[in-house]
């Protein structure tokens, strides 16, 4: 009988724990291991990772033999975006400013919908910028750079 | 009993101060603002709503945390009631005849007993809480670190007997959150865990960015993969007031689902969907007519609300008794109180009483405002809710990011809850829960910690936790309880109750 990937969930589950716990488990051999009187700092994360890898280990067998539906398709265009927009924020913030960040960050996201519109994105681009000046900085009094200029 | 009162009366002069008393209304209408969104659960709301606490002083920062989880659990029940989409998994009960009920023109008088019948929940809640927390706290006291070591066991496998799907990717994804709860230096050596060299990760990974990106992000993403496809009963949310015979049916299970949510909250384990799960069943076996269940009878609002908001309440006590969160939301309050310099636990009722008791005397000041307060604004819900869900997610996102960078005033929590959010996506697509990750994560450097010390004082004997009987007598159940829900009986009931909730 040939192997087959039964369940799809289950067998890129079982690959991510594996790969996480692995990633631990490695990881620790650079640390002092110490004793179990004295745990040193590798002690309990390779323990967790190594019990990672073999329950990961046991998913993806499971997966070779338990028929499970596919998971949905990826939506990849919202995923993108999504991460996108939120990734600019943070890369925009500090140079570009609070309200550079926010313009970009709503406009992008907002193509992750299902409907763009460029009127409703831009006007809410406007709104909300108005509204994190008067909280954040008006109301808040948070220390937020506004503008590239500023 | 004059203990009691004694103890309640200084809650109440701490929490009915104006000050406070304002915090508490801000977090309550806050958090039903984002409470109401659909799709927004009430992790993924105080995640959000987080890092507008951190600038105050700890007593109304937790009380505006306590708001914020009273008003986004209540925004998830009007959710369920106008929308038919829960925003939590715990409101799905109160979908099937709430909805039903807003269908009939009658979406009143179902959310004026959703918000009674939680608001007497909360009250036992509260008394309970005032009445079990301080021999708690004397109990835990005597606690040992093998004693912590082996609660925390006990409440991480009992938060693997709810998780939806797979056990063993639960009780994986729990190990993960440990693992990621370990980055950043050791205690005890000072060495810089897993920071592959980035400073930022040597001060460990935010919490703040992984309730965001996992429960933020990743629910939007997966709402956004699902389609714009709700149907919001504006049509007419009819006249408020609950006819007579509509409280006298409901007084009933509202007393009832009281009794059941507030046994099922201080179990550990996050219990609040199974007990409102059991009263709705429990109602309507007990109903002369069960035929009307799922045609908007009253009977299955008030009951599983009753029941879920006693579960919301009482699961505080052994949060603030023991220190240990017991399910995702408790964790984040962990978080909350850490950022704030609390350790939740008994020392905080000995050392804080004005800040523990003014909080307990506060969950109740919340409770009340809801129903003053939020009954008279439905119709305000009811318009915010027409709104198109694209217009509001790129909101929704903006509030996180910067909620996520303000926590440190660093862009990199911003990154990382990106990445959290990717990763929050693709394991729910996978069936593994986000919920139990994030208990895990709460729970990794203390764990670590008290094991360390465990086997310091036994000098190295594993036995420690097996010879001391409170320990034993915890890892004992942790164990049957394991067993139990791999037995195959069990399991399938499980997986019924569990599979139903989540659909």
Known sequence: MALKIRS????????????????????????????AVRMGPAYFPSILGWLTVALGAFVLVESLFVDEEPPTPTAWRPLILVLASVTAFAA???????????????????????????????????LLSVAVWAIFDKALGLPFKLFPWS | MTELIQHLSLGFSVALTWQNLMYCFIG???????????GIGPVATIAMLLPITFNLPPTPALIMLAGIYYGASYGGSTTAILVNLPGESSSVVTCIDGYQMGRQGRAGPALAIAAIGSFFAGCVGTILIALFGPPLAELAFEFGAAEYFSMMVLGLVSAVVLAHGSLIKAVCMILVGLLLGLVGTDVNSGIARYSFGISELSDGIGFVSVAMGMFGFGEIISNLEQGEEREVNTSKVGSLMPSWTDLKMSFGPIVRGTALGTIFGILPGSHTVIASFSSYTLEKKLAKDPSRFGKGAIEGVAGPEAANNAAAQTSFIPLLTLGIPTGAVMALMVGAMTIQGIAP?????????????????????????????NLPLISMWVQYLKIPYRVLFPGIILFCCIGAFSVNNSPAEVYLAAIFGGFGYFASKWGCEPGPLL???????????????????????????????????????????????VAPQVRKKREEVVYESAD
């Open chain 1, 8 to 35: 799809l969930k289950d067998f890129s589950a079982g690959v991510m724990f594996i790969a996480i716990g692995g990633v631990f488990g490695l990881g620790a051999s650079q640390y002092p291991m110490g004793t």
């Open chain 1, 92 to 126: 925009l913030v500090n140079t570009g400013g609070l309200i550079t960040a926010t313009v970009v960050q709503i406009i992008m996201s907002a193509l992750g919908g299902h409907e763009f519109k460029w009127k409703e994105a831009i006007i809410s681009a406007v």
């Open chain 2, 28 to 38: 309550c209408f806050l958090g039903t603002l984002i409470g109401v969104l659909p």
């Open chain 2, 345 to 373: 636990g008994p020392q905080g009722m000995t050392q804080k009483p004005d800040l523990f008791w003014g909080m307990i005397a506060s969950m109740w000041v919340g409770n009340l405002m809801l129903v003053i307060l």
């Open chain 2, 439 to 485: 208990l895990g994560f709460v729970l990794g450097p203390l764990m670590e910690e008290n094991l360390r010390r465990a086997m310091l004082i036994s000098r190295g004997d594993p036995s420690v936790f097996v010879t001391r009987p409170i320990s034993a007598g915890m890892l004992i159940v942790a164990a049957l309880l394991l067993i139990i829900i």
